[in-house]
């Protein structure tokens, strides 16, 4: 794991979209040290009109915006770990986007272990089986 949602204030793309994808994959993990086989990314283009920033309708051909939600498990990763990967999504983002807007954010969700997982097990439960095994 973890969870990656993007979201574009872009044109829909599949080359885009790909690219976010194995970009976000690819960081997520040699950054954060995290699976890449269950590390799952969910990219969604919000149409124009349905962004704002300021209050002012962000525009895409302007400058595109993107916002991404990762959630991870608390404490597996340092805040230096972090920083460094708020820093490379930003950007990698721009790469690919162009110049985005300042008010692109990058929002780190640290959970708790016994409160998530996959596969049906959380990952309290992997940790402890890991210790016991």
Known sequence: MPLLNVKLSAKPDPVTTKSVAELLTGLTNSILKKRREVTAVQVEYIPQGQWFIGGVEAVASVKPTFSLDIKVTSGT??????REYLAAVSAGMQKILGTVD??????????RADSWGFGGLTQE???VHGKIT
């Open 102 to 111: 300042e008010a692109s954010y990058v929002v780190i969700h640290e959970l």
């Open 125 to 127: 439960h992997r940790y």
């Open 77 to 82: 990763n340092t805040k230096d770990e972090m």
